[in-house]
């Protein structure tokens, strides 16, 4: 998989590119991520890349010819069509099912913007579609398509060490279809001050292990997350879990 990337701040595209899980997918030929700085495309002495809006008002436009100039190499530097994607407020919330889907495709490129935002003719014909990453504002689209390229890379086949890892995440659906919070998770030492392990994690019974993390994973959707979970489309065998995740949690027995 190919991810261009448009941005004024190329170089924060390539630390993105050099660590981690994006590092490791770079390193193992599964994804490569280029950056494209719109300046180098802009004409002039000063390689203006922004102007003041029309109609008034406070801040500066990118302007089309830049970023057009920029996208016309993004295309040609491949023989695979990129989907174009913007990263901006207004655009689609990113979750993980538009995760997925932009991890299927072979080749992405993320246009980030600055400033107030970018000319509207430009977004109309050359961008395939808007992600936003939150209902709030940042100074650019760098961090975002830093989110989006962390979250594609981990799902290429190969870039994590143990597959399952992906499959259970939060947010990821499941057989079932519903999608729910990550349980809680443990590792050494059993006795802390802070706590011990639950007795469960320890016992070496799968059967067990694997109906309190469910139970878990129901309870904690239900309590941090009621728009993922509907009870009443739930089985009655997930609904007598959450009841008795609730009950638990009433007496002050579950995990914080």
């Known amino acids: 998989m190919r991810i261009d990337v448009v941005s ?5 595209v390539a630390q993105v590119a050099g660590h981690g899980v994006v590092g490791r997918a770079v390193e193992r ?13 802009a004409e002039g002495n000063y390689r203006r890349v922004d102007d003041r809006p029309f109609g008034g008002g406070p801040g500066m436009v990118m302007m089309v010819e830049p970023l057009l100039a920029a996208l016309a190499a993004v295309r040609a530097a491949d023989p695979v069509p990129p989907h174009v994607v913007y990263l901006g407020p207004q655009g689609r919330p990113l979750d993980q099912a538009k995760v997925r889907e932009l991890a299927a495709r072979p080749r ?18 050359e961008v395939d579609e808007e992600i936003s990453i939150g209902d709030y504002v940042l100074s650019g689209g760098e961090l975002p398509a830093a989110v989006l390229v962390d979250a594609v890379a981990r799902l290429r086949p190969g870039a994590l060490n ?3 890892s ?10 079932d279809g519903l999608r729910l919070l990550d349980c809680p998770h443990y590792t050494r030492p059993v006795e802390h001050p802070l706590g011990r392990v639950p007795e469960v994690l320890l016992s070496g019974n799968h059967a067990a292990i694997a109906r309190w993390r469910r139970q878990q994973a129901l309870g904690r959707t239900f ?24 009950r638990d949690d009433a007496a002050g027995k579950n995990p914080l």
């Open 8 to 12: 004024l701040f190329p170089d924060f």
């Open 223 to 246: 309590l941090r997350r009621p728009d993922l979970l509907d009870p009443e489309a739930l089985s009655a065998a997930d609904r007598e879990l959450l009841e008795a995740f609730l």
């Open 166 to 175: 992906a499959e259970q995440d939060s947010f990821e659906a499941g057989p």
């Open 29 to 41: 030929g599964l994804l490569s991520v280029h950056g494209w700085n719109p300046r180098d495309f």
């Open 162 to 164: 143990d597959a399952e």
């Open 108 to 125: 992405l490129a993320l246009l980030c913007g600055r400033y107030e935002g970018v000319d509207e003719r430009l977004l109309a014909a």
